[in-house]
């Protein structure tokens, strides 16, 4: 295992480690990179999903 890799206690509880979500916004539901994570898998303590989902989406 990878030093980088998600383990139960550094993983990201919103994606379950796989570094996707299912969004549902624009009413298709579709997979895209996992805002609170940002991809990694790996929690990231004090981010702000809300804001990396913007940039993830490409909205100004």
Known sequence: M???DPTPDNQ???C??????????????????CPWC???GIYIPEHN???AGVVLRGES
């Open 16 to 33: 379950r480690g796989t570094g996707s979500v299912i969004s549902g916004l624009g009413g298709e539901p579709r997979p895209i990179t």
């Open 38 to 40: 940002e991809g990694s």
């Open 12 to 14: 990201c509880r919103a």
């Open 2 to 4: 990878a030093a980088d």
């Open 49 to 51: 999903a809300q804001e």
